[in-house]
């Protein structure tokens, strides 16, 4: 629950990492059914913990897509009941718009109501790298795409690095924090190995302007290549297994099963993620005159890519947004948030509207 855009009355997160995985990875079907099996206790639990009733809300948020179908079903069918049972106005919100309003939700909670224009936010998760120019227009946000993947998103390549590495899943906090414990320049990755077809060219808009796109796909094919010429195969086995047998790996475990050569390969695979997309978002910022430079999205968790966002933002002299942690990873402060300017304009979604699996971010 959000009051206002700008103070977080509670947020309730329902993980599912535990469910997912013993499969290494998200299974659309178990995630509809325990998003039907929480969404009931974990709406009641928020209302109680913001002291607030089904009748005191003033609207209801909803997220409209992108994301697994089943799952944006449960959210949207019960939100619309709600919003029909208690007569409360109901508003749609696209996911990645929720990522970036997050990071303004954190600045106000501080007491920054100030942003300059044009903003250029990076979304990076488990499902998108994507650049989006941010401009408003009275209340209303306008989200112009200027970049994104080409094939793999940047935490779905922390996720099969890690997976292929017997680390277990979601592999990015794992990696994040293993990495400090490694050598970054032990293992060159080279920058061909993270291109993208058009790269000598740069891509282009239909409008003849620079595009700024990205490609994970051959970093981890890369990685791959390594453990196999490394002949690490059956240290990776072990440690899969090892891990497997402990219900909540600490880092002290994952040091133990971990010897350099396996530690040296993380830090460099998250060296040269985090050089790459710091490198191509802060391209894009001098290209299009960012004022404001928002970073957002589960990856932005990542300790080594905050700290190199700062020091390159800061060379550049432009001002980096992050959302706290909490806010950065999938959370639902930040769709009430993403809702709040929809609210002061009365953009309210009618009852029939649908869930879409692959809403794109427009522009308005
Ligand atoms: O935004 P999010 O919670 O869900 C999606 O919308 O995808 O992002 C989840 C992704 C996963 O791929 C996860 O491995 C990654 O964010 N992630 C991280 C870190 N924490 C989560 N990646 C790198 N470093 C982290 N600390
Ligand atoms: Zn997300």
């Known amino acids: 629950m959000v009051r206002s ?5 509670s947020n309730v997160v329902f993980s599912q990492i535990a469910t997912h995985q013993p499969y290494g990875g998200v299974v659309p079907e178990l995630a509809s059914r325990e998003h039907l099996r929480a969404i009931v206790p974990v709406v009641r639990k928020a209302l109680s913990e ?12 909803v997220t409209q897509g992108p994301g697994l179908a089943g799952a944006l079903l449960v959210g949207l069918s019960y939100a619309k009941a709600l919003a ?11 996911h990645l718009e929720g990522h970036i309003h997050a990071v303004l939700l954190e600045e106000r909670q501080k007491g920054n109501h100030e942003v300059n224009f044009p903003v250029l936010a990076l979304v990076v998760s488990g499902g998108h790298t994507h650049l989006y120019l941010a401009e408003q227009k009275g209340e209303i946000w306008s989200y112009e795409n200027v970049g994104h993947t080409r094939d793999d998103a940047a935490g779905e390549a922390f996720d099969k690095v890690a997976k292929l590495l017997g680390l277990g899943y979601p592999g990015g ?5 293993l990495s400090a414990h490694g050598d970054p320049k032990a293992v060159r990755f080279a920058i061909s190995q ?23 796909s051959g970093i ?5 290549r390594y453990v196999e010429t490394h002949s690490m195969a059956s240290a990776i086995e072990g440690r899969r297994k090892a891990l497997a047998a402990i219900a909540k790996p600490k880092l002290e475990d994952y040091l133990a099963l971990c010897e350099p050569e396996t530690r040296n390969l993380v830090a460099s695979f998250q060296r040269a993620m ?9 391209a894009a910022a001098d290209y299009f005159n960012a004022a404001t430079l928002f970073v957002t999205g589960g990856v932005a968790a990542n300790n080594e890519l905050r700290i190199r966002f700062e020091e390159a933002a800061a060379q550049q002299g432009l001002p980096v947004f992050f959302p706290s942690r909490p806010l950065s990873t999938d959370n639902a402060a930040m769709i009430a948030a993403a809702a709040y300017p929809k609210w002061l304009v009365k953009e309210f979604a009618p009852m029939d509207f649908s869930a879409e699996a692959n809403l794109p971010l427009r522009k308005v």
């Open 50 to 61: 913001a002291g607030q009733t089904y009748e005191s809300v003033d609207a209801i948020a």
């Open 274 to 282: 985090v050089e790459d997309l710091v490198e191509k978002t802060l």
């Open 220 to 224: 981890k094919t890369a990685v791959l």
């Open 173 to 177: 906090p794992v990696i994040d924090r």
């Open 84 to 94: 029909y049972a208690l007569e409360k106005p109901l508003i749609a919100v696209n």
């Open 194 to 216: 993270i291109k993208h077809p058009d790269r000598k060219t740069r891509g282009q808009a239909e409008d003849g302007r620079a595009r700024f796109d990205f490609s994970y």
């Open 5 to 9: 855009g700008e103070k977080v009355l």
